[in-house]
C-alpha cells in the first residue's frame, strides 16, 4: 500500500518527485525518501516521516539530475525509520529501488544472498531486490531484474535505476503501475494523482509487465520476455479534483461534494421511470448474489444485502472479501458475484474475484477508480464516478456504492417484467437535495461534537437496513478519532452490550421512519433506563423522540430504502468533527492507508 514514482525527463526532477509524492501519500505516510541520479552520483534522501518533514525545498534548485524515484511507505516488514524506508540500494550503493507489495519468499532469498556476503541495512523484504538484481546484474539491468523477478514470490509494483544509465526498469504483479506519457518526459506511479498535473496521458500495466523507460520512450515486455502492447488512456479528472478548495480536511471537503457526488452516480442511469444500466444481467440464470467487499465497502454490500433481497427476491451473502478468498466458500456458476471497491486495488477483493472468476461466475464490479486493476478485471462493471477520493475515511464512495446497489435491485427487478415504484424513483434523485439539506445542519453536529470529543467509548445503534449504517458511523469514529466504538443491531443490546451502558456511554440511534421504527423506540427506551446518553437521528417529529433522546438530529423524510444515504451522512460529519475537535490528522489517521493493496 506504499506509494512510488519516477521520473525521467528535462524538468526540475526533485520538486516533481515532492510534489507528486505529496499526493501519494493517501497510500502510506510513515516515512518517506528520493533518490535522484545527479551526473554520476545519486542523491539520496529517506527517513521516518511525510516526505515534507524529510526534504526541504530549499534542495531542489541544488539538485540537478533528470533522473529520479521516490517512495512513500506503509510499513509491512520492520518499523518506519530511516533503514527501513525506500529507496534501497545493493552493496555497492549503484542500483536503487523502490517496491509497493511484499516479497513472501524473502527470507530464502535473504538467507542465499547473505551466503554469497550480500550486506542487509533494513529489516524489509525489499531490501531483497535489491540485492538479487545486483546478484544477476552484468551490464543490462532489465535482464537483472527479469532474473531476479523470476525468483520472487509475492506482490510488486516497482522501479529500479543504476547509476551508470539513465533509464527505468518497472515491473508489475499484483500492486498497481502507471506509466505517464508526458511531452518528452516520462513518468511513473502507483497512482495518476502523482502525474496529473504533467500528463493526462497513462498506461495502465498488466501483471507481470517489465517496461524499459528511457529518454522519451519506453518499451513494455512481459516477464518472459515476449513485447506486449498496452493502450495509451487519457485521464477524464484533473488537478482541481484533487486539491482541498479551502476546506480544512480532504474528508470535509469530500462529504461536502456527496450532493455532487450522488448526482453523477445517477446521471443518466434513470431515464422514463427505467434504470438504464450498461450490464447484462439475466435474472433468469440468477440463483444467488454474492458481495464481497472490505472495510466500509463491506457495509455498502451488506445494506445491498437488504435492498437486494427486499426489492427482486434473490438470495444474497454478504463476505469480507479477506475471508471468502481463504475459505472453501462455495460459488456456483449460476451466482453472480459483486465485487465492491473504492480504489479497486484493495488486495483481498481482488484476490475474491480472481477466485469467483476461476470457479466461473459471472463478476460485477462496483468501482470508483477508472483503469483500476478490479475495474479491469471484471466480467462486467459500474464506475461511482464520485471522483477522487483522498481522506483515508471512505464517505462519498459509500454513498455512491449504496446508490449503485439500489440501482441494480431496480434493474434486476425491470428485468423480471416489473413496472418500478415511481416515488422510489423520484426519492432517489431527490437525494442531492436531501444530502445538502444536513450539509446545512453542520453547526448542530459540531455541537454535540464538542460535548462528546472527549469519550472513551461510543455505540451505535439501528436495525433492519439502518444497522450496517450503525457499523459504518462507528467505523468511521474510530478510525479518524482513535475513539473506540461499536456498531450493533439495536435488539441485538440484550444480548450482552447492553451491559456496556451507563451514564458515560454516549448511544448513537438510527431512528427513521420504516418498518422497524417503533421496535428501535423500545431500544431506545432501555438504554434510557440504564442511563446511556441518547443521540438520536430521526426524521420524525416525534414526541417520544424527543422525550427519550438527550440530542435529536434531524433529517429529511425520506423512504425506508434510501434512508442509510441519508443517515450515513450526520454520523459522517459527527466523526469528522470529533476527531478536528481533538486535533487529530484527520486525513491520515495513524497506522491507516487509503489503498490496502497488501493482504
Ligand atoms: O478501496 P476499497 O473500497 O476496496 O477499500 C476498502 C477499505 O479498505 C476501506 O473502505 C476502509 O475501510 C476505509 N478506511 C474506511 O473508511
Known amino acids: 500500500m506504499c506509494g512510488i514514482l519516477g521520473y525521467l525527463g528535462d524538468g526540475e526532477t526533485l520538486s516533481i518527485l515532492f510534489n507528486g509524492l505529496k499526493r501519494l501519500e493517501y497510500r502510506g505516510y510513515d516515512s518517506a525518501g528520493i533518490a535522484v541520479l545527479n551526473k554520476q552520483d545519486v542523491f539520496l534522501i529517506k527517513d521516518k516521516g511525510t516526505i515534507s518533514e524529510i526534504c526541504k525545498p530549499e534542495l531542489f534548485s541544488q539538485i540537478n539530475g533528470h533522473l529520479g524515484i521516490a517512495h512513500t511507505r506503509w510499513a509491512t516488514h520492520g518499523e518506519p525509520n530511516k533503514d527501513n524506508a525506500h529507496p534501497h540500494f545493493d552493496c555497492k550503493k549503484e542500483i536503487f529501488l523502490v517496491h509497493n507489495g511484499i516479497i513472501e519468499n524473502y527470507n530464502t532469498l535473504k538467507r542465499f544472498l547473505e551466503n554469497k556476503n550480500h550486506k542487509f541495512i533494513s529489516e524489509t523484504d525489499s531490501e531483497v531486490l535489491v540485492h538479487l538484481i545486483e546478484h544477476f546484474y552484468n551490464d543490462n539491468l532489465e535482464v537483472a531484474v527479469s532474473k531476479a523477478l523470476a525468483l520472487v514470490e509475492g506482490t510488486f509494483g516497482l522501479i529500479v535505476i543504476h547509476k551508470k544509465n539513465k533509464e527505468m526498469v518497472i515491473a508489475k504483479r499484483g500492486s498497481p503501475l502507471i506509466i505517464g506519457v508526458g511531452e518528452g518526459d516520462i513518468f511513473v506511479s502507483s497512482d495518476a494523482a502523482a502525474l496529473i498535473e504533467y500528463t493526462k496521458k497513462v498506461i495502465y500495466l498488466e501483471d507481470n509487465d517489465i517496461a524499459v523507460i528511457q529518454e522519451g520512450n519506453y518499451s513494455i515486455k512481459n516477464l518472459s520476455g515476449q513485447d506486449v502492447i498496452r493502450e495509451i488512456h487519457e485521464i477524464k479528472w484533473d488537478l482541481n479534483q484533487i486539491e482541498k478548495k479551502g476546506f ?74 479477506s475471508e471468502f478468498r481463504y475459505r472453501d466458500s462455495i460459488i456456483n456458476k449460476n451466482d ?76 434486476i427487478k425491470q428485468n423480471q417484467g416489473y413496472k418500478l415504484d415511481n416515488i422510489l424513483l423520484n426519492e432517489i434523485l431527490s437525494l442531492p437535495e436531501k444530502v445538502k439539506i444536513i450539509l446545512d445542519k453542520q453547526d448542530d453536529i459540531k455541537k454535540i461534537a464538542e460535548i462528546f470529543k472527549s469519550k472513551n467509548n461510543f455505540l451505535y445503534l439501528g436495525r433492519g437496513i439502518n444497522f450496517p449504517v450503525a457499523l459504518e458511523g462507528a467505523l468511521k469514529l474510530k478510525e479518524i478519532s482513535y475513539i473506540h466504538a461499536e456498531g450493533y443491531p ?53 414526541e417520544s423522540i424527543k422525550r427519550l433522546s438527550d440530542y435529536v438530529l434531524y433529517v429529511p423524510k425520506t423512504i425506508e430504502e434510501i434512508s442509510p444515504i441519508i443517515n450515513s451522512i450526520p454520523l459522517q460529519l459527527l466523526a469528522y468533527h470529533i476527531a478536528d475537535l481533538k486535533g487529530l490528522n484527520v486525513d491520515r489517521p495513524r497506522n491507516l492507508a487509503k489503498s490496502v493493496t497488501v493482504e
Open 336 to 411: 453472480l458475484v459483486i465485487v465492491l471497491s473504492q480504489s479497486g486495488e484493495t488486495a483481498d477483493t481482488l484476490a475474491a474475484l480472481r477466485k469467483s472468476k476461476s470457479r466461473g461466475a459471472q463478476t460485477l464490479g462496483i468501482v470508483n477508480v477508472v483503469g483500476s486493476t478490479i475495474s479491469r478485471e471484471v466480467d462486467s462493471g459500474i464506475y461511482l464516478h464520485a471522483g477522487p477520493e483522498i481522506g483515508v475515511a471512505s464517505t462519498k464512495a459509500f454513498t455512491s456504492q449504496v446508490v449503485t446497489l439500489l440501482l441494480i435491485s431496480l434493474f
Open 248 to 321: 480544512k480536511h480532504f474528508m470535509l471537503k469530500e462529504i461536502f461534494e456527496q450532493p455532487e457526488s450522488l448526482s453523477n452516480v445517477l446521471r443518466g442511469r434513470i431515464k422514463n421511470d427505467k434504470i438504464k444500466l450498461t450490464i447484462d444481467l439475466n435474472p433468469s440464470s440468477l440463483s444467488r448474489i454474492i458481495i464481497t467487499a472490505c472495510g466500509t465497502s463491506w457495509h455498502s454490500a451488506l445494506i445491498g444485502k437488504y435492498l437486494i433481497e427486499k426489492i427482486v427476491g434473490i438470495p444474497v451473502e454478504v463476505d469480507y472479501a
Open 490 to 542: 439495536a435488539a441485538e443490546m440484550k444480548h450482552g452490550p447492553i451491559a456496556l451502558i451507563d451514564k458515560e456511554m454516549p448511544v448513537v440511534f438510527l431512528a427513521t421512519n420504516g418498518t422497524v421504527f417503533e421496535k428501535i423506540l423500545s431500544n431506545i427506551e432501555e438504554v434510557r433506563a440504564r442511563g446511556g446518553k441518547i443521540i438520536t437521528v430521526t426524521d420524525r417529529e416525534d
